[in-house]
């Protein structure tokens, strides 16, 4: 072997060394919780369930449900905002009901938004009435837009939440497909709820390549392969496939839930855990 080889071998071995150590160590920065998991130890001790999320490890946290009432939230949002910081944790989206993204009440919404260091202000369902018809569905897009418009002044994203019926077809096409083609890309953006998305029976990969970098946010949530919801890492789900494209989708945001799990608190710890040492 002579020396021009010789280098060259050397070359080659570390640059696939690094790409190897990359590969390997491609994980969840941040891994977040979707409080509507322990919402109802939230309800009964805010800041105690809040800090056994942090002290699980988790990073960042999804609120769901703090805006039913617009006019008395409690804890009051700089309340929210200093208990947050004094734990560690980072509060990047929340969820509102439909009615909270009519003009009327997002005021309200984005100036507690604001307070508290909300980056997205998520919807996660449209009125039953609405989801019957494709005009229906163009319409919650109009909706979205407008609203997307009105957070983006204050740096807010706006984006929707899916469930399993928007991919069920209405009037010959899917409400995913007509909210992504009717929503602007810029006002609005997806956080793709993975597990119905797998129980809908739709691949997130798909819609990825189709509409890339409209993904900033998903849920992280797994199934049996009977439909029983489990904890992170005890279902089908593929999530080191899944992952191993977050990039195509521009995810950023990853937040585990459970919908109702016996024992709260053990699936976060468990789903965490799995989370934590995946690697893709």
Known sequence: ????TFVGTL?????MGRLGWAASAHRIEKIGLELY??????KKDFEGTLRRVAKIGYKEVEFAG???????????????????TSLGLDAPATHIPYSAVMPENLTRVIEASEIIGHKYIVNPGIDEALRKTADGWKKAAEAFNRAGTETSRSGIQFAYHNHVIE????DGQLPYDILLKECDPKLVKME????WAHEAGTDPLQWWAEYPGRFPLVHVKDFEANGTMTDVGKGVIDWKT????ADLGGVKHYFMEFDDPKSPYESAQASYEYLEKLRF
């Open 1 to 4: 072997m002579n020396r021009r």
């Open 11 to 15: 070359t080659a071995a570390a640059v």
């Open 37 to 42: 998991t322990v919402r109802d130890a939230l």
């Open 66 to 84: 703090y805006f039913a009432d617009l006019k008395n939230l409690d804890p009051a949002p700089k309340k929210t905002r200093e208990l947050l």
């Open 167 to 170: 991919f069920k077809p209405v």
């Open 192 to 195: 793709m709820d993975l597990g």
């Open 242 to 245: 899944l992952f191993a494209k």
